[in-house]
Structures are given as structure tokens and as C-alpha cells.
């Protein structure tokens, strides 16, 4: 059912005709927007002057609102509809048309809180957001192998001497070696005794890498 507000109330929620569910948020959004609600006592509503002279207090409880707005609430302004009747001959017959609004159920809103409530379709919403997820980071990742990739095409040379540094800095930071950038961007920094022990493990490494592979490569050919 709708009701008609007290002008002033009406005037101040701006809602002249509505259901008392929506008059009630209509009067918590003007609390809340005009900060009302007592800071300490939270039940409270500290009313100022427009809603002093509206409900007589200067203070109270939000549970006591619906309340109070029995002696504020109205039925509803009665439909007129201005009609000349004509007295003229019975030839002479009119037609007239009205706009009338009239309040009926939404069924789309039902079938629409239907659709979000239902066990199916939050699995679906899961299902789909999980799909959307996985989709976006599939392209970040295809976005930094093409820049990974179209760097490398464009300046060969000066991609690869960025990327040493930036992997030699990403092994620092993992194995917290600081080392000495100033020695180890001179030549003789790598003629010392260690490196050559450290490229004949290297090499050592990759030949049994290689040989691994050349057994596993014949014994699949001679099976």
C-alpha cells in the first residue's frame, strides 16, 4: 500500500507518495547522509531542527520510526479526472483518453532475484569468473613474451647484455651475494683462478647433459 507523507516530511525526504518500506530508507539515507546517528549510543537518532518539528523530540530510537510515522502517514490523494459533459445531441459523441499510473508487480526484479539466488547459476557465475581469470592472465603472459620476444628482435645485442645484468642482479638478490659491480665489469675480474674451474664445470655439466641425451637418443633407435 502507498501513503501520502506530511508535507513537510515530504519536502524534506522529497517523496510525496510511496510505500512505507521505501519512506523508511528514504528517512535512514537523509540520517545517514546528514550523520544523525549517535556516535556513541548507535540505536539513537539525534534529530535535527527539521526533523525536531516533524517528530516533536529532539532525540530517538531508530526502532521507534515506523511509530511515529503512523501519525505522518496519509492514504493517498483520490484520482480526479476533469470531464466536460456534453449536452448536445447524441451525434455528437467524444472520445477522451487519461494517463493513469498505476503501481503493479515487477515480475522481471522476481525472476531477476530468482536467477541470483539459485545454487546453479552461483556455481555458473563462479565457473564463468574463474574462466575470465584464467583468460587474463593467459594474455598478460602472451603480452610479455611478445615484448620479451620484439625486444630481442629489434636490438639482439643490447637485449642480451640487459638481460645478463638483470638475471646476474635477480641471482644476487636470491643468494644474497653483494659482490663488486666496479671489478666485475673489468675484463681481468674474470682471469682469475676460479673461472676457469667454474667454465671447466660448466662445459663438464653440458657434455653429460649431451651424452644423456645421445644414449637415450640411440637405445630409443636400437629398441
Known sequence: H?????????RLLGVHTQTRPVIITALWQYIKTHKLQDAHEREYINCDKYLEQIFQVPRMKFAEIPGRLNQLLFPPDPIIINHTISVEGADQKKTSCYDIDVEVDDNL?????????STNSQQDIATLDNKIHETVETINSLKTNREFYLSFAKDPQQFIQKWLV?????????????????????????????????????????????RA???QALGIRNN
Open 2 to 10: 502507498q501513503f501520502k507523507l506530511d508535507p513537510r516530511l515530504a
Open 109 to 117: 526484479k522476481t525472476q531477476m532475484n530468482n536467477f541470483l539466488l
Open 166 to 210: 638483470s638475471q646476474n642482479r635477480d641471482l644476487k638478490t636470491m643468494t644474497d651475494v653483494v659482490g663488486n659491480p666496479e671489478e666485475e665489469r673489468r675484463a681481468q675480474f674474470y682471469y682469475q683462478p676460479w673461472t676457469s674451474e667454474a667454465v671447466n664445470r660448466y662445459f663438464y655439466t653440458k657434455i653429460q647433459q649431451k
Open 213 to 215: 641425451e645421445l644414449e
